[in-house]
């Protein structure tokens, strides 16, 4: 992807969320945002940290979904 401006955008879920509530709220950032997964770490407590990144558009593009 040389010369791509990339986005990121960070996520927390915290524990207790299950990985139906987890695969859903990916699935919606990524269907309504244009985001993909970058990284996800999964955390002994059971809370998740990830990281999602698309491309960067002219004139910036604002995210759908709250953080």
Do not use: C, K
Not at 6 to 24: H, I, K, S
Request: proline share 9%; glycine share 10%; no cysteine.
């Amino acid at each position: 992807m040389a010369g791509v401006e990339l986005e990121y955008q960070n996520l927390y879920l915290p524990p207790g969320t299950d990985r139906r509530a987890a695969v859903q709220i990916l699935t919606m950032h990524a269907e309504f945002g244009d985001w993909e997964l970058d990284r996800l770490r999964l955390f002994p407590d059971g809370s998740r940290r990830v990281v999602l990144r698309r491309r960067r558009r002219p004139g910036g593009r604002p995210g759908y979904l709250p953080t």
